[in-house]
């Protein structure tokens, strides 16, 4: 199973981005997906996540920013970032728990992360 991350770039604050992370390969079914971030010296934080039902859960810090999505048809998700700040500003990388096969349990994959850099 592989994620791909893309969207990043530079953009200045109180800009809007949209991030899209596919997932590819053997995969039977993606439970939860999520956008984490991380700044160097920082843990990685969640940013947002969904489950296989759509339902979202936020980060206090991006509540009323972001908007997570999903298209469970291509196994792609997605993130509206919105009135970005320059403290929004890092790395972000995208996760999704995947079955490969039914009788298999569960397990994390991580895409390779994009840049965000929130900058006048």
């Known amino acids: 199973v592989q994620l791909q991350a893309s969207g990043g770039g530079l953009v200045q604050p109180g800009g809007s981005l949209r991030l899209s992370c596919a997932a590819s390969g053997k995969i039977f079914s993606i439970k939860n997906m999520g956008w984490y971030r991380q700044v160097p010296g920082n843990q990685r934080e969640l940013v947002a996540s969904?489950?296989?039902?759509?339902?979202?859960n936020y980060a206090d810090f991006v509540k009323g920013r972001f908007t997570i999505s999903r298209d469970n048809t291509k196994n792609t998700m997605y993130l509206q970032m919105d009135s970005l700040k320059p403290e929004d500003t890092a790395v972000y990388y995208c996760?999704?728990?995947?079955?490969?096969?039914?009788?298999?349990?569960?397990?994390?994959?991580w895409g390779q992360g994009t840049q965000v850099t929130v900058s006048s």
């Open positions: 969904s489950s296989s039902g759509g339902s979202a």
């Open positions: 996760s999704a728990t995947v079955k490969v096969t039914a009788l298999r349990n569960p397990a994390d994959y």
